[in-house]
């Protein structure tokens, strides 16, 4: 079984600031991780991907991820925030070869980014 | 290219109830996925479709069922419907079941389901 865990459920910031999401992950099996947003009565957009090879993975929108595989972590990061990033951010895993994992994604709770003037 | 459309955009129904969702992927794909998004949660993964079977299934009851025809598009259905089915229904798309996640899954706007 696999699960997330996005640590922040609300992150308020102001403009052109730096912002980080957390998310923990468990799985026992290999993974592949992603990051989504979701603006207001819209479906999920993929912001970036993990899949294999360099832990850091840059996304549309300026957003960049690293993946820790000790820490069992994928934070979001983004060194300066724009008022359009206000939206709902998902993490989401994925089991990455094979096995009843594979093919289906398991989403975190969310994190509610609000960026203030 | 219209992408993932999904309808209707926002339905009603009471308790005990039928409903009928459907989804059209985006030009290409042939592998559909279906979440439930309750209010305030993340998406949960209900069931995955390729070549008109259902490959991979997730924690929901057989109340919850669904179709792949053969140009792709998908329904949705649940029976006997109670008032925690109340959610966003959210239909995914990607090109190929085996490379599924390699490949970005492309989601639609959902239909908004109310139960009373």
């Known amino acids: 079984a696999q699960s997330v865990t996005q640590l922040d459920s609300q992150v308020p910031v102001f403009e052109e600031a730096p912002v980080e999401l957390r998310c923990n992950y468990s799985?026992?099996?290999?993974?592949?991780l992603f990051w989504y947003v979701q603006y207001p009565n819209q479906g999920l957009q993929l912001l970036l991907k993990?899949?294999?090879?360099?832990?850091l993975v840059k996304g549309i929108n300026g957003f960049e991820a690293e993946f820790n595989k000790s820490q069992t972590s994928f934070h979001l990061r983004k060194p300066s925030v724009h008022i359009s990033d206000t939206a709902e951010y998902f993490c989401a895993v994925s089991g990455s070869a094979g096995g009843t994992s594979y093919g289906k994604l398991t989403f975190g709770q969310g994190t509610i980014l609000t960026v203030h003037p | 290219d219209a992408g993932v459309t999904q309808s209707p955009t926002h339905l009603i129904k009471t308790r005990g109830q039928q409903v009928t969702l459907r989804c059209s992927p985006k030009?290409?794909?042939?592998?559909v996925s279906w979440y439930q998004q309750a209010l305030g949660q993340g998406p949960q993964f209900i069931f995955q479709?390729?070549?008109?079977?259902?490959?991979q299934r997730g924690n929901f009851p057989d109340r919850f069922s669904g179709h792949q025809f053969p140009n792709y598009s998908s329904e949705l259905n649940v029976n006997a419907l109670l008032l925690g089915d109340s959610a966003l229904y959210l239909c995914?798309?990607?090109?190929?079941?085996?490379?599924?996640?390699?490949?970005?899954?492309?989601f639609g706007p959902g239909t908004r389901l109310l139960v009373l």
């Open positions: 995914a798309s990607s090109p190929g079941q085996g490379k599924t996640l390699q490949e970005t899954q492309y």
């Open positions: 799985s026992s099996v290999s993974v592949y």
């Open positions: 479709y390729y070549e008109e079977e259902e490959r």
């Open positions: 993990y899949l294999s090879g360099s832990t």
């Open positions: 030009s290409g794909h042939d592998t």
